[in-house]
């Protein structure tokens, strides 16, 4: 088996960028992303929310939700995946997969007070083989989803204050 640990941290206001996103706008964005993956993810065509609620300590949000990933996705052939979405206001969500992975979306401030997006990954694959070509392949193809994943998030919250749909 092998398990593909990895992140990818962007800043979320480079220079240039307009508008200028907040924290809050920037948390208003990961909470559409749980329900809307789709609009954010380019490997992820479809999102269902299944159910939503709280945590058993009656704490935090819990949305289960349905993804349906592209063959090129995080899985290979793609295929629907049943997630379970943990919201940690205002900084972080966890995505915990039925196979083990785990996800975790992370809004942080760099030294200069920078707003920066985390993505972590722990991607479980238990029909391949530690150290073969096949495990490399994978390894590869994760860190360029990562980058794609983060900077396209900024993307779309960004693109979403500009429409008007997050304040």
Known sequence: MVTVNLAYTAPI?????????????????????????????PV???????????????DKVKVVREVVFTPDGPRPGGGTIKEVCVHYPPARVDFQQENGSTITNLVSKGPKGELLMTYSFEWRHPDVEEG????????????????????????????LVKEGEIQ
């Open 44 to 58: 992820i065509t479809s999102c269902e929310v299944l159910s939503e609620g709280k945590t058993d300590d009656g």
């Open 132 to 159: 073969s070509a096949k495990a490399a392949e994978l390894k590869e193809a994760h860190m360029k989803g990562a980058k794609i994943a983060v900077e396209g998030t900024i993307d779309t919250i960004r693109r």
């Open 13 to 41: 206001n480079p220079a240039g960028a307009e508008p200028v996103l907040t924290e809050s706008q920037v948390w208003a964005g990961l909470q559409r992303k749980v329900r809307r993956a789709h609009e954010f993810v």
